[in-house]
């Protein structure tokens, strides 16, 4: 028995370990053919040919791609109007930069600025049409951060949801030089670091940004006792519904707008167990009632409460109820009150002539 138990102990972790690996090489498979597309088009914006990129790709898809953009001469023409997007651009410059200064515009407002220096940065979304002009050596790090990547952050760490990031422009920012700095040998060269390594810089950058500039949507509303009214009806509904099929967790957290992981703790803040634990609670229910008003077999009370297998029902239901499906039907049937026939009511004798009355007859009938 206990070699059993470590065999599917092992074999659980190597399926684990088999998941977090596709999940890498699945990673590390699509982040260069993400990173080159966006470094070329954001270096055709700025008037240059295609520069280096990475990207830092979360486990739901988006990605924060950092490009590095370099010029000895600096962008004498204006940089091309970017299609509009929920995103933000920021530019860390790596050495002082634009030594004759730089002009931009922001939704068509002009302004001017004489320097440049390194570790000043500059947010700016992609909604309101950034545009540059600069002279000079130019030397930075640019950071293209979705809106959906901080939305997922947010939600994963149970905090106020951002939509806004502000920053005044030459903002000193030694954070975000350091991690331009840290960055900079896997934009050049992807396989220096990590998987493991980037998803920190992800997760550090997503951190800062929301810490330090992020700016709360209006209108927002955290549960912080866990999950709110229509999501716990929504919830409770699917689950009674759908108790005998296979119901996974990406689908309940989808129907409440919620990550996995965000979804996953604000359940248990509600209903005080796991999502797991509280699906097996109402299979083990339904196998109750099919035990309770049927003579089905164990096997196929197994199939209609939703396990996989008479093995696996009797574990579950013993763990819950404290006893076997089996013994917990045969108790039931013996403690349950046997049916009352009703009251002995005569019958014409006329019919029956030599029964007193009607269960007599019934039962001289058969």
Not at 91 to 104: D, I, N, T
Not at 152 to 174: H, I, K, M, S, Y
Not at 210 to 215: E, P
Not at 237 to 266: D, V
């Amino acid at each position: 028995m206990r070699d059993g138990i470590q065999r599917r102990r092992t074999g659980h972790m190597l399926l684990s370990i088999g998941k977090q690996k596709a999940h890498a090489e699945q990673n590390a498979r699509r982040r260069p053919q993400a990173s080159a597309q966006q470094g070329t088009q954001l270096s055709g914006y700025f008037h240059l040919k295609a520069s280096p990129s990475l990207a830092l790709v979360s486990p739901g898809g988006s990605k924060i791609v950092a490009t590095r953009l370099r010029s000895e001469t600096g962008f004498w023409d204006r940089t091309l109007s970017m299609p509009p997007e929920r995103a933000f651009l920021i530019l860390v410059p790596l050495h002082p930069a634009a030594a004759g200064g730089y002009e931009m515009w922001i939704d068509g407002g002009h302004t001017r600025v004489d320097a440049w220096s390194a570790g000043r940065i500059g947010i700016y979304s992609l909604e309101s049409n950034p545009i540059w002009r600069i002279s000079g050596a130019f030397d930075a790090v640019c950071f293209h951060v979705p809106h959906s990547m901080l939305w997922q952050f947010t939600e994963e760490n149970d905090l106020a949801r951002v939509d806004l990031l502000e920053c005044p422009q030459g903002t000193v920012d030694p954070v975000l030089y350091q991690m331009a700095q840290v960055i900079l040998p896997a934009i050049t060269k992807p396989d220096v670091f990590n998987d493991l390594f980037l998803e920190q810089i992800r997760l550090m950058l997503c951190a800062h940004l929301v810490q330090r500039y992020g700016v709360r949507a209006p209108g927002t509303i955290r549960f912080r006792g866990g999950l709110a009214p229509w999501q716990k009806r929504r919830v409770t509904e699917m689950m009674q519904m759908e108790c005998e099929g296979e119901l996974r967790l990406a689908r309940l957290a989808g129907e409440c707008g919620l990550s996995i992981s965000h979804f996953a703790r604000s359940f248990k803040r509600s209903f005080g167990v796991t999502v797991h634990r509280y699906l097996l609670a109402q299979r083990v229910e339904r196998a109750k009632t099919l035990l309770a008003q049927s003579s089905r077999p164990l096997p196929q009370v197994a199939l209609e409460s939703g396990f996989g297998d008479q093995s696996a029902f009797n574990r579950a239901f013993s763990s819950v109820v404290g006893t076997s499906p089996g013994r917990w039907r045969r108790e039931r049937a013996q403690t349950s009150p046997r049916h009352d026939p009703g009251p002995r009511v005569p019958i014409p004798s006329a019919l029956f002539p030599h029964c007193e009355t009607r269960w007599e007859a019934l039962a001289q009938e058969h």
